[in-house]
Each structure stands twice: as C-alpha cells, then as structure tokens.
C-alpha cells in the first residue's frame, strides 16, 4: 500500500497535551484526526478541528500563527483556503501528500518539547466545550454490504431457502443511499412512518415503524475525486480515501421487507444515518493493516480488484462495539451496556475494492462523499452488527442487565458505537463514538 510507517508512528512519541499521553486515550499524537467543531453553543463559524488528547486544535488558529510553515505542500492560496472552511471538502481535495504533509507537520509541532508549544496552547478548545457538524458536505452517499456473515444472517431471515445470492462472491454489492438525512453523532431522529405488511395479511398497513433497528458500519470519506468517465484503479485507490469514520446505518426492518425487492432498499433506510465526528485518515490506522484473504474454496477476485498490496495489507484491524441505552436507563443513571463487539477485518470486500469497483464504470467521486462499509458482523453470533441478528429476526429477546428486554428499539433508546485499534507495541488509534437516539413517531 501507499502509506508505510513513518516518524508520525513511533510508539515513544508523547504530546504537551497531557491526556494525549493517557494509554486509553482515542487521540494520543499517533491518531491526529479530522472534525469540524465550534464552541458549544455559540453562533461561530464551524471550523476544522485535530483531536489531541481531550483537546481540538483549531486547524486554521494553528496556519493563522504560522505553526505549520516550513512544508511546501501547506503553502500557497489553496492550502489556506482548505483549512479556514466550514468542512473538510477542502482538504479532502488537495489530495494524499498535502494529507501526509499536514499530519507530519501536526505530529511534529504537538511533540513534546515542541517550540510551538507556547503559540498553540492558545489554539487548542476542550473537546467537552465543543459541538460537532458532519465533517464534510456529503454530495453522494453510497452503502455497500461487505460482511458476508451479515449477508449471510440476514438473506436467512428474508430468504430461507436462498440467503446468499450469487453475486456476492462476486460484486461489491451496494446501493446508492440518501446524503441529505445524514447527522453527525448526536442526531435524534424521529420513528419513521411507513408502508409494512404484517405476515398473516394480503394487504399492507400504514403506520409507525415496529422493527426498528441499527446497523454497526465504517464510513469511508473519499478525498480526491475522479473524473467522469474515468476510473480509479485498485492501486491508487487508498489514496484517494481521505479517512475512516464510524457509521450507524438506521433501519426500519418491517418496512424493508415489504418494500426491498425489486430494486433494493428505499424509505427503510433514508430517514436518517449517523457518522462519528472523527475522520481517521489511512495513515494513522497503517500499523493496524492486516493481511487480505480469499477463502481458496470461494471465487479469487477478478483481476480489477486484486493487487499484491491488497492481499499483503488491504484490510483493517478496528474493533467496532456497539452500547445500547435505554430512556429507563438513562433515568437511572446506568451506563450503556454492550450489545456486541466485531471487527473490521472480517469484510469481505476491502475499502480499496469499494472504491475500484465503485468507478469501475466510470462513474465519478467526488471530495466528501461517504461510503459505507455495510453492517459488520463478525463470523460469531454474537458479533453480530444489528438486532435483527442478535434477535434472530425478532423471535429471541435480549435480556438487559436491568431486566429490560428488547427485540427491536423503543422509543427513546439511544445506540453507541465506538470503534478503536490497539496491539502491544503500538499506538492505540480511537474513532471516539457516534451516538444517537430514537424518538416517537410523529402523530
Ligand atoms: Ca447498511
């Protein structure tokens, strides 16, 4: 792959930002990830942010003072313009060495004993005294379906006799969703009304959604684009991804059963989807590469998807969890409790294959726009990465440790995830969380 360990990933390395130093912190100066923030509850401009310890450096405060001069690809009219914006479009848009280029430059001026120290203390916001946007302005959003054991689980439920179809060991299957009801962590959104059919009836109901459900997925934000027409090969296509983030792909199971076939999923999934605020970019996650691989009983990739690169280091190691809380919960005061824990390495399909396939055709990416991972369940049952999953399609309650049982969500419940990467001798990298919460139905 492109992006092999450099000076930014030594393990030794420690910030004058104390909690960066902090081994359970998500953001020690190895991780140095992307937001757009402001103060909590003002009317500023939302601005770029890098997450360092429990702080946010303001990205263009950091250029205003010149700490980041001296790296010719930080210079010039775009670059400045890039960091003074209100999302990360930008930047993404400047392509992978200014990427490379700015993390140096911010691993080397966060160091400890760094003399920037003094300029920027005075650039940095508590992430506690901060509110989130989306990080970019998202202009196409497409979901893709890469856990095999989700595909698998799921096609059971929806199709007994037929759960994997013939494609998927074939296609990066995927569909394009809606950019516009996509909120950044944090989001409320309300139980959406729709078209279901109930088993025993011929005829559909109209009505509040009854299985309402989540999904656990990485969000790939592309950062350079492709031209119409063109396509983004699978060597350079990790270098046309800006960043990882964490995904909650909502859905309203009753109302996907009824409407999926034949051309995929619709109103069961636009109402709403939220992403964590954090875009971890590739680089910071390079020491958690794993090797790629095919089950040799299964179909090899065909070559436009296949690389050495690929089957040395194209997949990730991220452990993903999903927490849930109920409204009784919260009321009590009780912490989220797990519901699941998965990990990235199990797709099926790798984030360079999305991106190749996805232009295979010449169909362009643009700066901002959102992949997602689809659901990621891992090959146990209880790694599953939704309800309907852990719930086998609503027929095995779960039990919480208060003695609240849920099939699917209720009202006022509240689904975290939180992602991280961690091994011995190596810097933990933290996604931080993406949270949000179910409210009634409109009447
Ligand atoms: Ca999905």
Not at 26 to 51: E, H, K, M, T, W
Not at 139 to 145: R, V
Not at 412 to 423: C, E, H, L, S
Request: negative net charge; glycine residues 10%.
């Amino acid at each position: 792959m492109t992006l092999q360990l450099n000076e930014t990933h030594d393990v030794l390395l420690r910030s004058w930002v104390p909690s960066a130093n902090q081994p359970e912190s998500d953001f020690p100066i190895q991780n140095l990830p992307f937001a757009v923030f402001r103060r909590a509850g003002s009317n500023q401009a939302f601005r770029i942010g890098v997450a360092i310890g429990d702080q946010i450096l303001d990205l263009a405060a950091a250029h205003a003072v010149h700490a980041l001069a001296g790296y010719t690809e930080l210079q010039g009219g775009h670059f400045t313009a890039a960091v003074n914006a209100p999302n990360l479009n930008g930047l993404m848009n400047l392509g992978a060495p200014v990427w490379s280029a700015l993390r140096l430059a911010l691993s080397r001026v966060l160091r400890e004993g760094a003399a920037q120290q003094g300029t920027l203390q005075a650039c940095l916001l508590a992430q506690s005294a901060a509110e989130f946007a989306l990080p970019a302005q998202i202009g196409d959003y497409t979901d893709f379906y890469t856990s095999i054991h989700h595909a698998t689980a799921v096609g059971k439920l929806f199709r007994p006799d037929n759960p994997l179809l013939p494609n998927y060991k074939w296609v990066p299957i995927g569909y394009h969703g809606r950019a516009s009801s996509i909120g950044v962590s944090g989001q409320q959104f309300r139980r959406p009304l729709g078209q279901t059919k109930p088993p025993a009836s011929d005829d559909p109901v109209f009505g509040p959604a009854k299985r309402m459900d989540y999904e656990l997925e990485i969000g790939i934000f592309i950062g350079s684009g492709n031209a119409l027409g063109d396509h983004i090969g699978i060597e350079k296509a990790e270098s046309h991804v800006f960043g990882l983030c964490l995904l909650n792909d909502w859905s309203a199971r009753d109302v996907q059963a009824w409407e999926y076939q034949p051309l995929g999923p619709f109103l069961a999934k636009n109402f709403a989807s939220t992403i964590s605020p954090w875009v971890v970019t590739l680089e910071a996650l390079a020491p958690y590469r794993r090797a790629w691989t095919r089950d040799a009983a299964d179909p090899q990739p065909m070559a436009y998807l296949e690389s050495a690169a690929l089957r040395d280091g194209g997949a990730f190691d991220i452990e993903l969890e999903v927490l849930l809380q109920t409204e009784k919960m919260r009321h009590d005061g009780v912490a989220p409790e797990r519901l699941s824990l998965s990990n990235f390495r199990h797709s099926y399909w790798t984030v360079s294959q999305l991106v190749t396939h996805h232009t295979v055709n010449g169909c362009n990416l643009n700066p901002g726009d959102l992949l997602g991972s689809g659901t990621q369940s891992g090959p146990a049952p209880e790694e599953a990465g939704s309800l309907l999953e852990l719930t086998e399609g609503g027929k095995k309650p779960l039990t919480l440790s208060n003695g609240e049982q849920r099939i699917f969500m209720e009202d006022g419940d509240t689904v975290i995830m939180r992602g991280w990467a961690q091994k011995d001798g190596v810097a933990r990298v933290g996604f931080g969380e993406v949270a949000g919460t179910l409210l009634p139905a409109r009447t």
